[in-house]
């Protein structure tokens, strides 16, 4: 598995602005006015830092709305490097779906377990298949994948919606790139 640089930058940011909200709370209750502040405020200080800068870290990463875009859209172009017998390419696409989904089970610890669930479950297989470059395989990997996707859309609740059952995806029909991407790499 390619190590994902996402993952690093978000859990760098995250480090970053837990450190900055230190650095802040030090400097706001320094100030020359020694003896003023007493631990706890300090520590309280601190502590609504933290929070903001949680909150901050939440609004600028991307959620799993953004990450799935990205997540159809390399799932779409595995099928049709398949189709091409472009092996290398089938693989490299299903790296980039587990990278991607390394910066989602960051910014959404919530969703981790049902996204590595997936991984070992569908993306592996699919991955083994292409590795032994077996189209009946592949197919039939892709064909279960499918179900996995849509299963957790079934699963998954959140404030606003009691499921996303009506995401529905499919085994695509058209190339998501309308012909630019050449998926036999010939
Ligand atoms: C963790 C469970 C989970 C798995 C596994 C999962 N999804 Fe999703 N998917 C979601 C959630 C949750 C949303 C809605 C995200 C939001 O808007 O916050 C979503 C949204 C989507 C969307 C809608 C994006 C849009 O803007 O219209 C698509 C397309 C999608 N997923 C495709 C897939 C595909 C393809 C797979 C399998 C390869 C997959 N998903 C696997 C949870 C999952």
Redesign the pocket.
């Known amino acids: 598995m390619l190590k994902s640089k996402r993952a690093k930058i978000a859990t760098i940011l995250g480090a970053m602005l837990v450190l900055l909200a230190i650095v802040v709370a030090g400097c706001t209750s320094g100030g020359g006015s020694a003896g003023t502040n007493t631990n706890s405020d300090l520590s309280k200080k601190v502590d609504d830092l933290q929070k903001f800068a949680a909150v901050q870290q939440k609004s600028i990463n991307p959620?799993?709305?953004?990450?799935?875009?990205e997540?159809?859209t390399r799932?779409?172009k595995a099928w049709f490097a398949a189709q091409a017998g472009n092996w290398d390419m089938a693989r490299y696409q299903i790296d980039e779906?587990k990278e991607i989904?390394e910066t989602?089970e960051i910014t959404?610890p919530k969703?981790a377990p049902?996204?590595k669930?997936?991984e070992s479950k569908?993306?592996d297989t699919m991955d083994k298949a292409a590795e032994d470059k077996d189209l009946n395989k592949f197919q039939a990997a892709y064909t279960d994948?499918?179900k996995?996707?849509?299963?957790?859309?079934t699963?998954?609740k959140?404030d606003e919606?009691s499921n996303?059952g009506f995401?529905k995806?499919q085994i695509p029909k058209t190339d998501p790139t309308g012909g630019l991407q050449n998926y036999s790499g010939k």
């Open positions: 959620g799993l709305g953004t990450i799935m875009i997540y159809s799932m779409a779906m989904q989602g959404r969703r049902q996204l669930k997936f569908y993306l994948a499918i996995g996707c849509n299963d957790c859309h699963q998954v959140s919606f996303y995401i995806v």
